[in-house]
């Protein structure tokens, strides 16, 4: 007996996003990602201290990119992505939550689901401003 194991080849991210969604016929799986797309943008355009480095479709097609094949930090740990993990791993853990909720509704099976790719994603493509830093240039424009 020859035992070969057979693996299915994976299905390319253009085929995916393609498909439509399970019991619909009328909605594919890029129409959710958009969804998903849209609100993880929404997010982080509402953060005050945060200054988003890309416009709202490379945003997008990135953050599918991600979710189809993971995320690999570009950056190190530093004070800044210390802040940032620490003031934003909740609220990005609570939406990431959401949107794989609304994924897992409609049964769309992203195939790399880890929040941690999610976090570092959008903390590599952010401008993070610190407040203790811009209240004390304020103080110093004040005193001169």
């Known amino acids: 007996m020859n035992c070969i194991p057979y693996c299915k080849p994976k299905m390319s991210l253009s085929a995916w996003a393609n498909k439509p969604i399970k019991y619909e016929s009328t909605i594919f799986v890029k129409d959710i990602l958009n969804m998903i797309t849209y609100r993880m943008y929404a997010w982080v355009t509402t953060r005050p201290d945060l200054d988003l480095g890309l416009s709202y479709e ?51 099976g992203i195939p790399k689901i880890a929040m941690m790719d999610t976090l570092e994603y959008i903390r590599d493509n952010v401008i993070i401003y610190d407040p203790a830093e811009e209240e004390a240039e304020t103080d110093r424009e004040e005193y001169y």
Do not use: P, W
């Open 58 to 108: 490379s945003f997008r097609d990135q953050y599918i990119k991600v979710l189809y094949y993971g995320y690999q930090t570009k950056k190190f740990s530093d004070t800044v992505t210390d802040y940032f993990d620490l003031k934003y791993l909740e609220e990005t853990s609570d939406v990431y939550n959401e949107c794989m909720t609304l994924a897992a509704h409609y049964q769309i």
